[in-house]
C-alpha cells in the first residue's frame, strides 16, 4: 500500500497555475469593458508579468485604432573604445541661458555652457545639425559614433546673445523651437523672444528654426472645476458655453495652429523640413494625426532617452538641470542608452499610421492573435485608462 499523502486537488491547481503565469500569457480577465462610458463587448484577455493584454482586434473595434507592430533589431556587437553609442543621437534639451543663476527657471548659465561645449568636443562627441538627424530618421542616413543634436526650447532672445557665439566658436549648430506668435507679436510674448532679422542671421550660420506651436504653449481648462492641460493634448473646457470642446473642434483647433506655425516658418526663413517640439512634451493621438496632416516629418517630446531610427517622437536630455555640472551631464551622455528612460527602444507600434516607439512591455503574438499590453499602449497613445477594481471596470477614454 502506497503511505504517501496525496496532495490536494487544490494545491495541484494552485501550483500549475503559477507555474503558467510564470511562462507567459495565461488567464482571463472577469472585468467589464467600458469605452467613453460605453460599455463594450469584453474582449479575450491574457496575463503576463500582472499586466493585461487586448486582442489588436478589440481595439479597432472599439477604439478605432488600427494597430500593428513591428519589432527592432538587436543589436549586441559591444562599442569600441571611447565610443559611447552608435547608430543612435543624443539629443540635448536647453530653453534659457544667461549669464548668472536664475532661480526657477529653466536655464543654463553662459559659463556652464560653454563649458558643456568644450566637453563634448574634448570627449569625442560628434554635434550633428537637424537636417542630419532628419536624414537619419527619414532616410535611414547615418550619423557619426557619439553623435549629438542640440536644441533650445521657446525662442528666447538669450539664444541669440549668449548661446549663438558660443556655438560659432566652437563650429557647431543648434535648432531653437520657436513659439512662432511670441515673434510675430513681441508685445504678447512675456519674456524678449527673439526677432526675425536675428532668426535670419543666425540661419545663414547654419542654425536651425522650427515649431514649438504658432500660440498653443499653454495649458487649457479640461473641466468646469478649472483643471489645468497641455494645450495639444486634450479638448478644453469652453466656460462661456458650459461644455467640453467636441472632438472635432479639438482637432480643429490643433490644426489651425501647427498649419499656421508651418507657414509663418515657410514665409520667414523658407524651412523645407517640418518639426515639430510638443510643448511640455505632452501630446495625444489626435495630435500625431494632425501634426502628420499638416505634414510634419518628426517629433520631440520632453522624456529622457536616447534616439533611434525608429523615434519620429524624439527623446531628448535635459541639458541644464540645475545644479548638475557640466562634467555630471558628460557622465550621463557617456553611459548612451543604459541609463536613461527609455532604454532602448524595443519595436514601433503603428496606430492608424502613425508610429509610436515603445520601450515597456510590448505586444506578443498568441494563435495567431497580435496581443496588446492594454497600459503600455494607453500610455504611447495618450488613451485614459482607469481599473476600478471595485466595480469590476476597465475605463478606456479615448480623446
Known sequence: ???????????????????????????????????????????????????????????????????????????????????????????????????????????????????????????????????????????????????????????????????????????????????????????????????????????????????????????????AKGSQKPALMHAQYLKKEKRMETAEEYRKRISDDLTKAEERLKAELGNKLSVLCFPYGKYSLTTLEVAKAAGIDFMFTTMEGIDTRADRIGYRMNGSKAGEKPETLIGRMKQGDRTLENKETRGVLSVNGNDIPLSGLTPEMKDGELMVPLREFCNATRVGLVFDKKRQRIELTAT
Not at 140 to 161: C, M, R, S
Not at 172 to 191: E, H, M, Q, R, W
Not at 201 to 222: L, N
Open 1 to 223: 500500500m502506497n503511505t504517501r499523502k496525496l496532495v490536494p486537488p487544490l494545491l495541484v491547481l494552485i501550483a500549475l497555475s503559477l507555474i503558467l503565469a510564470s511562462c507567459g500569457l495565461t488567464g482571463k480577465s472577469s472585468y467589464q469593458f467600458f469605452v467613453n462610458g460605453s460599455e463594450v463587448k469584453k474582449p479575450s484577455t491574457e496575463t503576463k508579468q500582472d499586466e493585461l493584454y487586448v486582442p489588436a482586434s478589440f481595439l479597432k473595434e472599439s477604439l478605432g485604432m488600427e494597430v500593428n507592430w513591428t519589432a527592432s533589431a538587436k543589436n549586441d556587437t559591444p562599442p569600441a573604445k571611447g565610443v559611447y553609442y552608435t547608430d543612435r543621437v543624443q539629443t540635448l534639451m536647453y530653453h534659457d541661458i544667461w549669464p548668472k543663476d536664475q532661480p526657477g527657471r529653466s536655464s543654463i548659465t553662459v559659463a556652464d555652457f560653454r563649458k558643456q561645449m568644450e566637453l563634448l568636443r574634448d570627449e569625442g562627441f560628434h554635434v550633428i545639425s537637424m537636417d542630419q538627424y532628419a536624414d537619419f530618421i527619414l532616410n535611414k542616413g547615418k550619423v557619426p559614433d557619439n553623435a549629438v543634436l542640440l536644441t533650445f526650447d521657446d525662442g528666447y532672445e538669450t539664444f541669440y546673445t549668449y548661446a549663438y557665439p558660443i556655438l560659432k566658436e566652437f563650429g557647431y549648430t543648434a535648432t531653437n523651437f520657436l513659439i512662432v506668435s511670441g515673434v510675430d507679436d513681441p508685445k504678447k510674448a512675456g519674456s524678449p523672444k527673439l526677432k526675425w532679422d536675428q532668426i535670419r542671421k543666425m540661419k545663414q550660420d547654419g542654425m536651425s528654426f522650427y515649431s514649438h506651436t504658432y500660440d498653443q504653449h499653454i495649458t487649457v481648462a479640461v473641466d
